[in-house]
């Protein structure tokens, strides 16, 4: 029913199943898939919601308290990269 799929989170290894099974994330090592879930994790209660991933594609949300950002695939415009370059 719609109103479950609005309700249903996924574990870390239920959303690389499903987006692997999609083509999604090729060949990514697990590290991305953990940081591709923990960015989507907005509540950080371990579980994406759909709340969790609008949160995360459509609001510019703080830093948590005590939390570092995390920069770990890309450089922002115009930052040097990791290899001398700019982007």
Do not use: C, N
């Amino acid at each position: 029913a719609p109103q479950d799929r609005l309700r249903y989170m996924f574990t870390q290894e239920e959303l690389s199943k499903v987006l692997g099974d999609l083509g999604y994330g090729i060949g990514a090592t697990t590290r991305w898939w953990h940081e591709l879930f923990s960015s989507l994790d907005v509540d950080g209660d371990g579980l994406v919601s759909l709340q969790d991933t609008y949160d995360a594609l459509v609001l510019q949300l703080p830093p948590l308290p005590d939390s570092e950002p995390l920069d770990v695939f890309f450089d922002a415009p115009g930052q040097k990269t990791g290899d001398g370059g700019s982007r």
